[in-house]
């Protein structure tokens, strides 16, 4: 009986583990994006990949997590993804990298809320003597 509890206990610490490390990721990855996202640059493939190589770098990332979890994190290699300037389009697909689904996200989100407010009537400025 005592071993059912530990066993149980380890699967659920090892879940929070991965939690704490895939929520660590996804903060990276969101930060490294929203660089290229104020520079308007777009979603290409190969920066899909740099984006990716960049996040997976990260001493800090590194320094939290063992190398086990790390390696949970890593795109296996019989995935293999264009490294092109095109756009990046994975069409239907829900199985995607974390790194690259994090970084897909943060560039879709940011479409929303560019949309939201393009949508949305100019805001009435009071004039200020001195310009704005």
């Given amino acids: 009986m005592n071993d059912l509890t530990t066993e149980t206990t380890d699967r659920a610490l090892a879940a929070l583990r991965y939690q704490t490390a895939a929520r660590d990721l996804e903060y990276i990855?969101?930060?490294i994006a929203a660089r290229y996202i104020a520079q308007q640059v777009p979603l290409t493939?190969?920066?899909l990949h740099a984006i990716e190589a960049e996040a997976l770098a990260d001493l800090g990332?590194?320094?939290r997590h063992d190398a086990l979890m790390l390696g949970?994190?890593?795109?296996p290699?019989?995935?293999p993804y264009p490294e092109t300037d095109e756009g990046v389009d994975f069409g239907t697909s829900t199985a995607?990298?974390?790194v690259f689904a994090f970084a897909v996200s943060a560039y879709e989100q940011a479409?929303?809320?560019a949309a939201t407010r393009a949508s949305q009537p100019a805001a009435h400025k009071r004039a200020r003597a001195w310009g704005d």
């Fill in 45 to 47: 493939w190969r920066l």
């Fill in 111 to 113: 479409a929303r809320s």
């Fill in 72 to 75: 949970l994190f890593q795109r």
């Fill in 61 to 63: 990332f590194a320094s």
């Fill in 77 to 79: 290699s019989d995935l």
């Fill in 96 to 98: 995607l990298p974390a």
């Fill in 29 to 31: 990855v969101r930060n």
